[in-house]
Nanobody, 129 residues
Framework: QLQLVESGGGLVQPGGSLRLSCLLS????????IGWFRQAPGKEREGVSC????????DYADSVKGRFTISRDSAKYTVYLQMSSLKPEDTAVYYC??????????????????????WGQGTQVTVSS
């Protein structure tokens, strides 16, 4: 059974940094693309970033490009989202999710959350002074 567990959220001041982690169990990263999504109160869930099952292709929303970095450690079954230069508008619950992609496929897109079938429970990120 696929399971994803997020951690690393919290309260940070504008301009600060946080690193989110997504610990995976029940599957290997070589067959799944992993995405990070977020949902702010009263807003729809939006894609933030994605990393391919090959690990060599990443994708970012324009709103976070240059500030967020997605990476993975296959040996630790963990995907990270390093967030820097945080803004109040980054405040949201952040979710990681998995999409079956095939063995080491070099493609990923953050634009279709409906394609991701397994989700974590989310971690709250609050950016405020």
């Amino acid at each position: 059974q696929l399971q994803l567990v997020e951690s690393g959220g919290g309260l940070v001041q504008p301009g600060g940094s946080l690193r989110l982690s997504c610990l995976l169990s029940g599957f290997t990263l070589d067959y799944y693309a992993i995405g990070w999504f977020r949902q702010a109160p009263g807003k729809e869930r939006e894609g933030v970033s994605c990393i391919s099952s090959s690990g060599d292709r990443t994708d970012y929303a324009d709103s976070v490009k240059g500030r967020f970095t997605i990476s993975r450690d296959s040996a630790k079954y963990t995907v990270y989202l390093q967030m820097s230069s945080l803004k109040p508008e980054d405040t949201a619950v952040y979710y990681c999710a998995a999409r079956r992609a095939g063995y080491r496929v070099s493609y990923c897109s953050h634009r279709a959350p409906a394609d991701f079938g397994s989700w974590g429970q989310g971690t709250q990120v609050t950016v405020s002074s």
